[in-house]
């Protein structure tokens, strides 16, 4: 008798643990809210045609627009919600949800909607939601950098709201593409509150959400009901595919084995490493897609010196042979950049690339004094393979220049504030121009109200460049906007602050059945246009 | 019997909460911003501002440390600072995978350690032993990270026998499994060995074999449920180890369990889900302990006999 | 006559003098396990290389960059080579000598398991010393923090103090050492309440001896069996998890070629490039190996209950 009972006691301490595990680690499924068409259709009996398997690297952080903006999750918001505009390949603005807009004056824009759009739980979109999403969307710490221009929205009728800005924004448009400006269902978001939305997401985009599991997958399915229109599709259509899996696999190597062998028909950001790869596997295409990122440059902290001194810059320009740089780092994908902005923005300069000169380069040195050199650091984040060889290649280059570099691999934790604190005197780091107009591209960066946490880690300062930003901020003449941007460019690039290195390509592969694929330098991709062949 | 359990568990409890201080201060003073980094690169400043405000991070350590516990009493672990999901649902969806993780490779290292741990004793000193012994120190010293990426090389990619990541196919399971348990078999066999040593050369094995007792039936008879008793403490540790030591694994082989999410929360700065995570499994690890005492008080007579 | 004080310190000379000689007997059987001896080959092996390892992978010179370490020297035109005469384990992604960072590698393994392996000693004997010695509730404290340690997994422990104290091979080193400190003071504390008791001690105590004294010049030396297995093991374990940390991308600095991080550096090329990862790996799994081999060894060496 004592046996059992002590054979139960110990069962009962281990199973105690059992008790924190639920009911099992899945199916965190989408509940119906009040008056749905239908609630949860079974993913699982999707027929095989129409079921695409994603793998990317990270998994989003919330399927709620206002409350993350790391890019995982603008890819799920791309599909499960819309915007009120949306930007084409050539950069233009247009309809989304939105069938029409007017600026009353350079802070007022009245937007006309869709009618009759249809959200995931029935509910018929209105001018009440989009003001609710804007006016929450301007609100949010999270996407502030995005939304953070909007003052007001009011409701004007059922079908239009008027947005207020605090200032004349001259890319508002282009903001109001970005899915952190996504449209939610304010009945919805007011009933479960905010952070379950982050889990139970309603919108109005062609795929609505199914389930997930933390860490590990998120289910889409069709939106059988989707009446509303978005880029490339015919109004009235759907999409192909019916039901979509993202996967999550950390190892880049690893993601391009699940590719190979099927088990996986699209690949999000493949390695540097692994595209020779993919090129040279017969079933598999490689899909390069510059993107909207000066993806890293060497930036100079040029409150500290010797950084404060324009030679000094101009010789480590010199000293360093970029070609190479990239050429290895990252295996001759992307390309080198050519200025402060990437190609593929509106308005970017090209500037011709600094050839190496190390002769020049120790001139300048010894003009500044320094031809005996100095110590310093470079700061990397961590996880960035390619930016790690890129930091030991310079490091081994300016020794020409008796340069002694050490080199600092730090994760974000550490290296964003430290860099927004003034720690660092060279780092490797980059922007990616998310709205594709200059101004997201240069003001965050160059502008010197934005020193430190705003994007500014350069500490650079130019008054004629800050007025120029200004000017491209807020003027409402196009022509005026660009003309300001070529100057402030032309500025940056003789003052340095930062050497540009390399231009990003987004890296994607699909196998080779997969049809329609279209991924946009946001690193978005519109999966409603993918069928297989 | 109750009384001692009764008294374990109570102790427990200053345990635990030393373990929630001592993570909280690391917490605390390790450098990063969760705010900051929660925003990004580009983080307006009065974004940050705001979001440390709504995070609690501007009031003084012992303020945030006494509502931490407060809601902790409550059975609050709060919100993870970034995916805002609750703190309790993030653990509990990512246990159990870590659990069978355990608990498989607890199941594998028994499997293999015991029967070689035997056999090695038996044999003492012969090849066999020496081989083993060997080949024990050999499971123990090789990374098993390297181990991990050694076999999804051989196994995935150039054999096409199983899977490479990811728990869809029960055959995912093996590899993780085998990569886990290598070392913890390793451990048991060494266990294994010196106890029964330890047992057969004990005078009631010697009287038995004068006795004329058959060889095999003194090994299981006798031998054999005395060694247990080191070999079930050692077993039970090990569990308790593997379950907060699976991190390498889980991160070479895409596993959703916790391990793997507390190394990435640190990264994140993610401290709510730290808190919890640690605390968790520091619980699970001192649970595992007492059943292991349990157990062991119960299997040896000389004990129960303390506890009566 | 002789006075008290004189019979102790004869006493102590006496056990200094058995322990010259008990010094002896357990080379002697060491020397008579096949195991210990191929770890104490291994082991000298290690340290010889990482003494001369500027002579075995000597430095080059560069136009314009002057003297360039063995293992900083990029070859860019020959990167991800593969083993050949002129580079026998290879080069990495930048040209890099594998062999030469794997033999200065050795240098910081080295350096890794005696730091590590050092803190926690001496942290940890002293813990232990004390807990064992004095009275219940000093001895409940102690042992109290030493359990909180333990009940936070090791990685994870070692990860957040990382975390907290910031990346470099010395920050890696405190982290992984605080984890260890346990283990120690564990074993010291119950060695010591076992030798507490006897006579001589209570003789040295009776003369008036001050604690310390006792603790330190006559207890503790004679704990120092267990001891000196665990530092040998723990050597093993600090490089073990040292390279774990670097593979998680916590911590060592390039260009600093140790062993962990080189793999992590190699895992992309796992494919494509073998000599990245396996090299490095091999290198690990043989120290460790090496060291453990030893650590058995003396483990067996040491206890007296053995044959001889």
């Known amino acids: 008798m004592k046996k059992v009972v002590v054979v139960l006691l110990v069962a009962a301490v281990l199973g105690s643990m059992f008790l924190f595990t639920g009911c099992g680690n899945d199916q965190d499924v989408t509940p119906p809210a009040s008056g749905t068409t239908d609630g949860g259709t079974d993913a699982g009996t999707a027929n095989d045609d129409a079921h695409l398997i994603v793998v990317q690297p990270m998994m989003p952080n919330s399927f709620d627009p206002s409350l993350t903006n790391d890019v995982p999750s603008a890819r799920a918001h791309a599909l499960i919600y819309q915007t009120l505009v949306y930007q084409d390949h050539n950069r233009n603005i247009i309809p989304g949800l939105a069938t029409s807009w007017e600026f009353l004056d350079a802070q007022t824009v009245v937007f006309t909607l869709r009618e009759g759009v249809r959200f995931h739980n029935g509910n018929i979109l209105t001018a009440d939601d989009v003001a609710f999403s804007l006016n929450r969307a301007g609100e949010s710490s999270h996407i502030a950098a995005i939304t953070g221009f909007i003052s007001e929205a009011v409701v004007l009728s059922d079908h239009e709201v008027k947005l207020i800005t605090e200032e004349p924004f001259a890319p508002l448009l282009n903001h109001l593409a970005h899915s952190a400006a996504s449209i939610v269902n304010r009945e919805e978001v007011e009933r479960i509150g905010d952070e379950a939305h982050g889990q139970h997401p309603i919108g109005t985009g062609p795929f609505r959400f199914h389930s997930f599991t933390a860490g590990d997958r998120y289910e889409l399915v069709r ?139 120790r001139e300048l040195m010894a003009e500044a004094g320094l031809e005996d050199g100095f110590s310093t650091d470079i700061w990397v984040n961590e996880g960035n393979a390619m930016r790690a060889d890129a930091a030991v290649m310079i490091q081994a280059q300016l020794r020409a220049l008796n340069i002694e570099t050490q080199i600092n691999i730090y994760e974000w934790g550490v290296l964003l504030p430290a860099t927004a604190a003034g720690e660092h005197g060279m780092s490797l780091m980059g922007w990616t121009t998310v709205t594709g107009d200059p101004d997201y591209g240069l003001y965050p960066v160059y502008h010197s109200s934005n020193w430190g946490e705003g994007g500014n880690r350069n500490f650079y300062r130019n008054p004629r460049v800050d007025e120029l930003l200004i000017i491209g901020r807020t003027s409402p003449d196009d022509a005026v906007r660009m003309e300001a941007y070529r100057e402030a460019q032309e500025l940056i690039m003789a003052d340095l602050p930062l050497i540009p290195l390399w231009q990003a390509s987004e890296l994607y592969a699909t196998r080779d059945n997969v049809g329609g694929f279209i991924g946009l330098p946001t690193g978005i991709i519109n999966l409603w246009m993918v069928y297989f062949e | 019997m109750y009384k001692y359990i009764l008294k374990r568990l109570l102790m427990m409890i200053p ?159 093996i590899l993780p499994i085998i990569t886990l348990g290598t070392g913890s078999a390793a451990l048991v066999m060494r266990i294994t060995r010196s106890s029964m040593l330890e047992v057969i050369r004990q005078d009631y094995i010697r009287t038995a074999r004068a006795k004329g007792q058959k060889e095999s039936i003194i090994i299981w008879k006798h031998a054999f449920r005395n060694a247990l008793i080191p070999v079930v403490t050692a077993v039970g540790l090990d569990f308790g180890f593997l379950l907060g030591g699976a991190v390498l694994t889980e991160t070479i082989y895409a596993l959703p369990g916790l391990g793997r999410f507390m190394v990435d929360s640190i990264r994140t700065r993610d401290f709510m889900v730290v808190q919890g995570g640690v605390l968790f499994l520091a619980i699970a690890f001192s649970l595992v302990n007492l059943a292991v005492d349990i157990l062991y008080a119960y299997i040896d007579p000389r004990i129960k006999s303390q506890y009566k | 006559m002789m006075n008290i004080n004189t019979a102790v310190e004869n006493r102590n000379q006496e056990n200094t003098q058995k322990k010259r000689s008990q010094w002896f007997e357990v080379w002697r059987r060491l020397r ?92 940890g004997v002293i813990m232990g010393t004390v807990a064992g010695y004095y009275s219940k509730i000093t001895d409940s404290i102690i042992m109290r923090i030493v359990d909180i340690l333990l009940a936070i997994p090791n990685i994870l422990l070692a990860i957040s103090i990382a975390a907290a104290l910031g990346a470099g091979l010395i920050n890696v080193m405190i982290a992984v050492g605080i984890g260890y400190v346990p283990f120690f003071a564990r074993q010291v504390r119950s060695s010591v309440l076992s030798v507490r008791e006897q006579e001589f001690i209570e003789a040295a105590r009776a003369i008036g001896a001050g604690d310390v004294r006792i603790m330190f010049r006559h207890i503790l030396p004679n704990c120092m069996a267990p001891i000196i297995v665990r530092a040998t093991m723990g050597m093993a374990l600090a490089i073990l998890s040292a390279a774990a940390l670097s593979f998680i991308g916590l911590g060592i600095e390039p260009p600093i070629p140790e062993w962990g991080a080189m793999l992590s550096e190699g895992r992309r090329f796992i494919r494509d490039h073998w000599p990245s990862t396996v090299f490095p790996g091999l290198a690990i799994a043989l120290v460790v190996f090496g060291l453990n081999m030893l650590g058995d060894g003396l483990r067996d060496a040491l206890d007296p209950r053995l044959k001889q």
């Not at chain 1, 009901?225 to 595919?241: K, Q, T, Y």
């Not at chain 1, 295996?331 to 002769?359: D, H, K, W, Y």
């Not at chain 2, 911003?33 to 925003?39: E, G, H, I, K, R």
């Not at chain 2, 709060?78 to 993780?101: K, M, N, Q, W, Y």
């Open chain 2, 15 to 173: 345990i635990i909460i030393g373990v929630t201080f001592i993570i909280f201060s690391m917490n605390y003073i390790t450098p990063g911003d969760p705010a900051l980094l929660a925003l990004g690169e580009a983080a307006p400043p009065e974004a940050v501002e705001a979001l440390r405000e709504e995070m609690g991070l501007n009031r003084p350590f012992l303020v945030q440390y006494a509502y931490y516990m407060i809601n902790l009493l409550q059975g609050d672990l709060g919100l993870s600072s970034v995916t805002h999901r609750s703190v309790f649902l993030e653990i509990s969806d990512r246990f159990p995978t870590t659990l069978a993780l355990a608990f498989y490779g607890t199941i594998l290292s028994v499997l293999i350690g015991v029967p070689l741990g035997i056999i090695s004793a038996t044999k003492q000193y012969s090849i066999f032993d020496s081989a083993a012994t060997a080949a024990g120190l050999l499971a123990v010293s090789i990374p098993n990270f390297w181990l991990g990426l050694m076999l999804i090389i051989t196994f995935s990619l150039n054999l096409g026998w199983l899977p490479p990541s990811g728990l869809d196919h029960p055959l995912g399971w």
């Open chain 3, 32 to 123: 008579k396990n096949p195991i210990g001896m191929v770890g104490l080959f291994i082991v000298l092996a290690l340290i010889l290389t990482a003494i001369f390892a500027d002579i075995i992978s000597p430095a080059h010179y560069v136009e314009y960059l002057g003297r360039v370490p063995a293992y900083e020297y990029q070859d860019l035109r020959n990167r991800n080579a593969f083993p050949s005469a002129e580079h026998p384990f290879g080069t990495d992604n930048f040209g890099r000598d594998i062999f030469d960072r794997v033999v200065h590698g050795s240098r910081i393994s080295l350096q890794i398991g005696f730091v590590v392996v050092g803190i926690s000693m001496i942290v």
């Open chain 1, 223 to 361: 939106f059988d009901d989707f009446n509303s229109v978005v880029p490339g599709m015919a109004e009235g259509a759907l999409p192909v595919i019916e039901h979509i899996t993202f996967r999550v696999v950390p190892e880049a190597a690893i993601r391009t084995i699940e590719l190979e062998t099927g088990a996986a028909h699209i690949l999000i950001d493949a390695a540097a490493s692994e595209v020779a790869r993919i090129v040279e596997h017969n079933d598999l295409i490689m899909y390069e897609i510059p993107n909207f990122a000066v993806n890293t440059w060497l930036g100079f902290n040029t409150q500290r010196a010797p950084f404060d001194d324009i030679r000094v810059r101009q010789a480590i320009a010199y000293a360093i042979d970029i070609p190479t740089i990239v050429d290895v780092a990252w295996a001759g994908l992307g390309s080198v950049a050519q200025g402060p902005l990437p190609t593929t923005v509106r308005g970017a300069v090209t500037f011709p690339p600094i050839e190496q000169n190390i002769a020049r380069a």
